[in-house]
């Protein structure tokens, strides 16, 4: 019983030895991964004034979507967390529907851009 003890005593120490460098060196460890994070929005040109921008936002639309301005809707400009504000609405495109977008405005109240909401297919 005494040699038993002994003997998973040795190979304990043998394998827990086993690896062990002098030398110092040692593998590198992999680097950590880091998740991207958002970036904020960042518009160009003049901060447009709160109270006006819906209808900055019907303009760009309307150029975007060729269209009169007459033609698109706005709803209500809604604050997001990062302090930027997005206006959703619809154009009316006649023989080819409406179609929803997003304005967005940088928390500085700069215009960012027109996203398309709604998709047109694959081209």
């Known amino acids: 019983m005494r040699h038993t003890g002994l003997a998973v005593v040795s190979i304990v120490l043998a394998f827990g030895l086993y690896g062990c460098e002098s ?7 992999p680097a ?9 929005l960042v518009g160009s040109g003049a901060p447009v004034t709160a109270g006006n921008r819906p209808a900055y936002c019907r303009g760009e639309v309307a150029g975007q979507y060729a269209t009169k ?5 706005t709803g209500a400009p809604a604050q997001q967390p990062d302090g930027s504000v ?3 609405g619809t154009v ?14 940088d928390k500085s109240g700069a215009f960012v851009d027109v996203m398309a909401m709604t998709s047109d297919g694959a081209l």
């Open 86 to 88: 997005w206006i959703d």
């Open 69 to 73: 301005p007459t033609y698109v809707k």
């Open 23 to 29: 030398s110092g060196t040692s593998a590198p460890m």
């Open 32 to 40: 950590q991964t880091q998740l991207p994070t958002a970036t904020a």
């Open 92 to 105: 009316d495109k006649g023989s080819e529907g409406i179609k929803a977008f997003r304005c967005r405005f």
